[in-house]
């Protein structure tokens, strides 16, 4: 049983969070920093300074899910310093606290009862946004695969270029890769020159990135690889087509499905079954049927020595689990991306190339 609107809710626990600036030491206001700040106090700081350094630019991070509400949310924010977060809006509609009486935002000189009321959201138009009372945030939630705890860490940022560029880059990785979870990615404080919006003067800041310093041949690896780790990883699509081969064989045969035949001299003798009722044509309708004197083999011939290319497919289909050298075959070329003539010709360097990939 579970509870409607409660139990299909799944937060993120927050392990902690990271700023990007620091109060002045004597003054007391903030300052933006050109390093990711840690909390001195939190009990994880001792191995954050050891992975990433006192004053780190980068973070090595992971995308927890795929939902952006959940790892990026953003909309436009006001807080004051009584209610903290009073309104929160999208451009379109806005949820906002209001004092009972007066409809106004509440105001900590003048107590009262307050709810919350759905308001349109004028953006940038909105008075409060003109009075620098309310903002763009967003607040980014990521895993450190490396620092111990289950759950996410989070920088929030009211930067438009920030925003902008995390838009951009978390765009650009699910066209490649079709999604963003699992993906190895840095995390990055890059400096940036912009026009001042005040007196029109170049400044520098400092904005976030996502990044990645290898290509992306090797980040598709690095992805897979970081499947393993988290035990999530995906079928192979080779396993996946062989059960659906089995599938079809069995709905398109039924009861006179024809024994598998063993890829020996004697095949020419093997007992052939009663064909159904279906004709030829439906039943292979875009090729003739498989001839199986032609199937490959899934051992060498007895009494014979085994070749460099039968030794390299042994050796990916017992890492693999595949039963058949054809699999292993599919598996080099369609998974790792291995020229089918180099596995005929060149079988050892191959093996060189890949034999990291099971070790």
């Known amino acids: 049983m579970s509870i409607k609107d409660l139990s299909d809710v799944v937060r993120l626990p927050r392990l902690g969070k990271f700023h990007l600036g620091i109060r002045h030491p004597e003054k007391g206001y903030p300052m933006k920093t050109d390093y990711f700040v840690f909390d001195k106090d939190h009990p ?6 050891e992975l990433f350094g006192e004053k780190p630019k980068e973070l090595r991070i992971l995308i927890p899910v795929e939902d952006e509400e959940q790892w990026a949310p953003q909309y436009y924010k006001a807080y ?7 309104c929160k809006g999208d ?24 709810v919350l009321k759905e308001i349109a959201c004028a953006g940038k138009d909105c008075p409060d946004y003109k ?13 450190l695969p490396e620092v111990p705890g289950l759950g996410v860490w989070q920088i929030d940022t009211s930067s438009i270029n920030s925003i902008l560029n995390i838009n951009s880059c978390a765009m650009i990785i699910k066209q490649a890769f079709g999604r963003i979870t699992k993906v190895p990615l840095k995390l990055t404080l890059e400096p940036v020159q912009v026009n001042n919006p005040q007196d029109g003067k170049k400044q520098t ?12 041949a090797q980040l598709a690896v690095a992805a897979r690889e ?17 059960a659906e081969a089995e599938k079809d064989i069995d709905e398109l045969w039924g009861p006179e499905r024809p024994a598998e035949t063993p890829p020996t001299s004697t095949i020419t003798e093997a007992k052939v079954p009663t064909p159904p009722t279906e004709p030829i044509e439906k039943i292979f309708p875009d090729e003739t049927p498989p001839d199986a004197s032609t199937a490959e083999k899934t051992t060498p011939d007895e009494g014979t020595a085994p070749n460099a290319t039968d030794e390299l497919l042994s050796k990916v289909a017992e890492a693999k ?7 292993a075959r599919s598996y080099l070329v369609n998974s790792l991306k291995i020229e089918d003539s180099r596995i005929n010709t060149e079988p050892a360097t191959v093996w060189e190339e890949i034999k990291e990939y099971f070790s």
């Open 91 to 114: 451009g379109e509609t806005a949820m906002r606290m209001v004092d009972k009486q007066t409809g106004e935002l509440p105001d900590k000189d003048k107590p009262g009862t307050v």
């Open 321 to 327: 689990g595949y039963k058949n050298y054809k699999t």
């Open 226 to 242: 970081q499947t393993k780790t988290f035990m999530l990883e995906a079928p192979e699509l080779e396993a996946v087509y062989e």
């Open 131 to 143: 009075a620098k009372k309310c903002k763009e945030v967003m607040n980014l939630r990521f895993i």
């Open 205 to 216: 800041v400092y904005v976030l990135h996502l990044r990645t310093d290898v290509t992306l």
């Open 80 to 86: 004051n310093q009584t209610y903290g977060l009073v």
């Open 44 to 49: 994880d700081y001792k191995t954050l300074v």
